[in-house]
T-cell receptor, first 112, second 113 residues
Framework: TQLLEQSPQFLSIQEGENLTVYCNSSSVFSSLQWYRQEPGEGPVLLVTVVTGGEVKKLKRLTFQFGDARKDSSLHITAAQPGDTGLYLCAGEPNFGNEKLTFGTGTRLTIIP | KAGVTQTPRYLIKTRGQQVTLSCSPISGHRSVSWYQQTPGQGLQFLFEYFSETQRNKGNFPGRFSGRQFSNSRSEMNVSTLELGDSALYLC????????????FGPGTRLLVL
């Protein structure tokens, strides 16, 4: 069974600060996705990273896929209240008939 | 292109009752997966349907069942509800299956009293 551990589990910071969320596994994934989920809604896909070492930027959000394709990070610059939500990473299996593996989640709160 | 839709959005039931949740996938998506999300357990995979067949199943009791219709719409049924079934039930669709990017609906919030 593939596992994805996210850290921190909870994070509460002031508006304007920077933060980094981590997603780690001992398994190799063919791609990794990040989702954001707001209260009472379903997760919404933010980005997919495919190549080891890949870096993708989405406005103030920077996503990086580890060289070995086992881990990823999400960095937010100058956090805003609209960034509040549950951030989930998910790994697409590298082989076989395995399901998309979801991480444990990071609940982020940005304080105005 | 319209997203994944789920009905109803909210539901209150009592123990012992049964419930049916509905999901309409993104047009062209043939795979529909169902997930249960709770604060303590996170996102748990229930099952996946593809072309009207259950292709994969998670570790849930037989009280949880589903089906998929020829238009790819899917329903999930939970019989003999228990208090622990209170959760957000999410439906997700994709082109090829459970291993790739999932596009989620808004979910159905089920409360069992």
């Amino acid at each position: 069974t593939q596992l994805l551990e996210q850290s921190p589990q909870f994070l509460s910071i002031q508006e304007g600060e920077n933060l980094t969320v981590y997603c780690n596994s001992s398994s190799v994934f063919s791609s990794l996705q990040w989702y954001r989920q707001e209260p009472g809604e379903g997760p919404v896909l933010l980005v997919t990273v495919v190549t080891g070492g890949e870096v993708k930027k989405l406005k103030r959000l920077t996503f990086q896929f580890g060289d070995a394709r086992k881990d990823s990070s999400l960095h937010i610059t100058a956090a805003q209240p609209g960034d509040t939500g549950l951030y989930l990473c998910a790994g697409e299996p590298n082989f076989g008939n395995e399901k998309l593996t979801f991480g444990t989640g990071t609940r982020l709160t940005i304080i105005p | 292109k319209a997203g994944v839709t789920q009905t109803p959005r909210y539901l209150i039931k009592t123990r012992g009752q049964q419930v049916t949740l509905s999901c309409s996938p993104i047009s062209g998506h043939r795979s529909v997966s169902w997930y249960q999300q709770t604060p303590g357990q996170g996102l748990q995979f229930l099952f996946e349907y593809f072309s009207e067949t259950q292709r994969n199943k998670g570790n849930f009791p037989g009280r949880f069942s589903g089906r998929q219709f020829s238009n790819s719409r899917s329903e999930m049924n939970v019989s003999t509800l228990e208090l622990g079934d209170s959760a957000l039930y999410l439906c997700a669709s994709s082109l090829r299956g459970w291993q790739e990017t999932q596009y989620f609906g808004p979910g159905t919030r089920l409360l069992v009293l």
